[in-house]
């Protein structure tokens, strides 16, 4: 995004940026900046049932928000850039205060038997942002601790760590077993996790 040199392209995508920006705004249920899930699988696991302000969805977004913000300033429009920046500095706010619980984001902020479980995915926002040469989602310490949470519990604790990252896992070293998906491993989410953790300085666990 910041790296933008199609100028013409940037402008021509640029409305619908804004279009799908705006739509999404309607999610946020409570006006913290996040979007909110509807209790159902609303979202690319499609089995797998969210309560709330999720990690994934809401890193996602937080993502979104960085990107539209650097596009905009990118294309010259300073206000929804400036709009943007304010809504990702809000939901960040929410999005730590409500889900970081001192080592990963948990799965969502509902009340739900795998509402802490820990999902190999929390982390893809930042890995968007990064790819995009754009600013770290959170300090680095929460990057790095996320990601060794998952290497710890997601990775090691499945075959010894030969087979991927299996999307769900209870901090009880359990494999969230709640749906088919939150049981899986999948190869996409398990290369978005080391290249995660290249970026982050991780590449021991990356390998």
């Not at 939901?91 to 969502?108: I, P, Q, R, T």
């Amino acid at each position: 995004v910041n790296t933008l040199l199609d100028m013409a392209f940037g402008r021509e995508v640029w409305p619908a940026v804004c279009a799908a920006m705006d739509y999404m705004n309607q999610f946020d249920r409570d006006g913290d900046g996040l979007i909110e899930n509807d209790g159902f699988p609303d979202q690319t696991y499609d089995a797998w049932t969210v309560h709330g302000i999720s990690a994934y969805c809401g890193c996602l977004w937080l993502a979104s928000l960085q990107a539209a913000a650097a596009m905009a300033h990118r294309l010259g429009d300073h206000a929804y850039a400036e709009k943007c920046t304010i809504k990702f500095l809000t939901a960040k706010h929410a999005f730590e205060s409500k889900l970081w619980n001192g080592s990963y984001f948990n799965y969502d902020s509902g009340n739900s038997s795998n509402s802490k479980s820990i999902q190999a995915d929390q982390l893809a926002g930042q890995w968007y942002a990064a790819s995009s040469g754009l600013p770290p989602l959170f300090d680095e310490n929460k990057i790095r601790s996320t990601l060794q949470k998952i290497f710890d519990f997601n990775v090691m604790k499945v075959r010894g760590g030969r087979i991927g990252a299996v999307n769900g896992m209870h901090p009880n070293g359990k494999v969230d077993e709640s749906c088919m998906q939150s049981r899986e491993i999948w190869t996409g989410v398990t290369y978005a996790l080391s290249a995660t953790m290249i970026l982050a300085g991780m590449e021991e666990q990356a390998t």
